[in-house]
């Protein structure tokens, strides 16, 4: 037998495939034993990424009967960015495209960051937690600081795993989708758990990862989809617009359409989209379009998608119609954050000796 030495991130990353697969398995058989915390910074419209990324995974641990808290993380968007733009545009197109990907508000509480004050003060005795050594090593810190370019690295966006162990513990959340990306935040999250817990007493659980299954979606030029790079296929666009980014789509020379991401990733990335959409294998979909071309194809996805979005699109219509409607939802769910995070800080004070 070979032992092969895996670097310690790809280790970290199996650990966590083989322990997800597991954690499904429990969530079907007691789901009323997880309480699911995931969140998204309000910075624009969500895209077909995120519907077979985390929205659809959402919806799957809704509708199996997990308790779901979605943070809308408003304070997260100024870590690396002077401008806030439309802030309230921002959380409100972000809540109707959840609503109207089958998120429940009478099931899945919404909530954000400044709305919640006492999540936000869990914040100082986390931080004193953590060294700065370990936030400068954190792996997705340092990808977006060197994202960021020249700009110089705010004090919120290396300490923002802190932030996000609050988002987390606030609420006892046990379980936390995520990306692969995400995981050094997630093992952050529970060293300050098991770290409070050690100092102060027995009081947080120390939440764990559900990885993804969803294949990665790349945008439309091949590259990943972001809407930084102008790439993406937005939830909230009309047929017509789909229509013309996929018919801008990078594709290549090759006549007959197959499946194969190595050789040929953008348009295997098409197939992928096309396929995800259709609830078909990538395998069958080029089949199915053969020797017919980067046109057809073409042609095909954009069916497919809008197809797939339609009722997505018309729930969301009919919710736009009705701006009260978001606003309660948000309300209410604020309400009940700010109890859950009432109730844990105040054990929080009463551990440390200061209530
Ligand atoms: N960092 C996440 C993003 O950029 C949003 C987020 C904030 C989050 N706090 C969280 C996700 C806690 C999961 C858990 O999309």
Do not use: W
Request: hydrophobic share 40%; net charge negative.
């Amino acid at each position: 037998m070979t032992t092969l030495a895996l670097d310690p991130a790809e280790a970290s990353f199996q650990r966590a495939q083989t322990r997800s697969a597991e954690l499904d398995t429990e969530i079907a058989r007691s789901p009323e034993r997880f309480r699911v915390l995931t969140g998204d910074r309000p910075t624009g419209p969500l895209h077909l990424g995120h519907l077979f990324g985390t929205l659809a995974n959402r919806v799957r641990l809704q509708d199996a009967g997990v308790e779901v808290l979605v943070l809308v993380a408003d304070y997260q968007v100024i870590a690396d960015r002077d401008d806030l733009g439309d802030l309230p545009g921002a959380v409100t197109g972000l809540l109707l495209d959840q609503l109207a990907a089958g998120l429940d508000p009478d099931r899945t509480t919404f909530f954000r960051h400044s709305a919640v004050p006492a999540l936000n003060q869990l914040m100082l005795p986390f931080l004193s937690l953590v060294t700065v050594a370990e936030l400068q090593r954190n792996p997705t810190v340092k990808a977006e600081a060197e994202a960021a370019g020249a700009r110089p690295l705010s004090g919120l966006l290396l300490t923002y795993p802190v932030h996000q162990a609050a988002d987390i513990l606030f609420c006892g959340g046990n379980l936390v989708p995520v990306g692969r990306d995400q995981l050094p935040h997630l093992e952050l999250t529970r060293t300050i758990a098991r770290r409070f817990n050690q100092r102060y007493g027995q009081l947080f659980p120390e939440p764990e990862a559900l990885l993804s299954q969803a294949p990665l979606l790349l945008g439309t030029d091949g590259t990943k989809m972001s809407k930084s790079r102008g790439n993406t296929l937005a939830l909230r666009d009309d047929e017509d617009r789909t229509a013309a980014l996929i018919r801008g789509a990078t594709t290549d020379a090759e006549r007959t359409i197959s499946y194969q991401p190595d050789r040929r990733p953008e348009v295997s990335n098409l197939v992928l989209l096309g396929a995800l959409c259709r609830g078909e294998s990538p395998e069958s979909f080029a089949d199915s379009i053969g020797g017919r071309g980067a046109a057809a194809l073409k042609a095909a996805v954009t069916e497919a998608v809008n197809e797939h979005l339609r009722p997505l699109r018309r729930r969301r219509a009919e919710l736009t119609a009705d701006p009260g409607a978001v606003r309660e939802v948000l309300a209410l769910g604020n309400a009940r954050a700010n109890e859950l995070a009432e109730a844990t800080l105040d054990r929080v004070r009463v551990a440390m000796q200061m209530s």
